[in-house]
């Protein structure tokens, strides 16, 4: 529950924050809500819905600043090959850390 309501605080602030251009709020609302119900029993088509969610400028990876919640938290620990984003694979591996 603390993870999803730590998620739609983040929703609120990049929603009244004036930086932020070319966000699309439903998308970070969606993901943060499909984050919010993953468990270790989701399915690789949760995570890659979850993916497509984050992955806000189409370019097939999550960098930092497009990571949310539990996600952004466990960047380092989900970027197996160290390159500073990720693939749906190493996405995948939230479902682990969701033990």
Aim: charged share 15%.
């Amino acid at each position: 529950m603390k993870k999803v309501l730590a998620s739609f605080i983040l929703v609120a602030a990049l929603s009244s924050c004036n930086g932020v251009k070319n966000v699309n709020t439903s998308n970070v609302s969606d993901a943060a809500s499909l984050l919010g119900s993953l468990s270790s029993n989701s399915t690789v088509q949760q995570v890659a819905s979850l993916f497509s969610l984050l992955d806000t400028d189409k370019n097939e990876a999550i960098s930092s600043t497009e990571a949310i919640g539990s996600v952004s938290e466990n960047f380092s620990t989900l970027d197996t090959d160290g390159n500073s984003s990720l693939n749906v694979t190493e996405l995948q591996g939230i479902l682990a850390l969701l033990k």
